[in-house]
């Protein structure tokens, strides 16, 4: 009897663990996105509709990354750039969200470390509370 408790308890702690890390992915998802949206905000980045642009430094502020990474993501062909001028790259919004949701056209996109956004995020913030 002993041991058919320890296996269910065994198989109970197994699902319990299964459950959290679901329901962890799904909140790093869902503060990402919002994430995504207050650093746009932030950037005074009003871009929401696909057919919106950023330049390499809006897009870097909106996704919370250096504009090296940014230039680095189009060198890497991760993420289309648009020339519209001489020395004017632009990136649609709507692809750069894909990309750092990890669903890019090409399903290569770059898997974006939540701790690293986070860490960005609170740099910012503290940066921004400085500057007032």
Not at 78 to 87: F, I, M, S, T
Not at 99 to 112: H, Q, T
Not at 121 to 132: F, I
Request: aromatic fraction near 4%.
């Amino acid at each position: 009897m002993n041991g058919a408790i320890a296996a269910l308890d065994v198989l109970f702690r197994e699902l319990v663990r299964e459950a959290v890390a679901e329901s962890a992915d799904v909140v790093k998802r869902e503060v990402r996105q919002l994430l995504t949206e207050e650093l746009g905000k932030l950037a005074g980045a009003k871009a929401t509709h696909s057919s919106e642009y950023a330049t390499v430094k809006v897009a870097a502020k909106i996704g919370a990354v250096h504009e090296s990474t940014i230039r680095n993501w189009i060198k890497q062909g991760k993420l289309k750039a648009y020339q519209p001028e001489p020395r004017i790259l632009r990136v649609r919004v709507d692809e750069l969200h894909a990309l750092m949701a990890g669903s890019s056209n090409g399903g290569d996109g770059e898997v974006i470390d939540f701790d690293d956004r986070v860490r960005a995020l609170t740099s910012r913030a503290a940066r921004c509370g400085a500057k007032k």
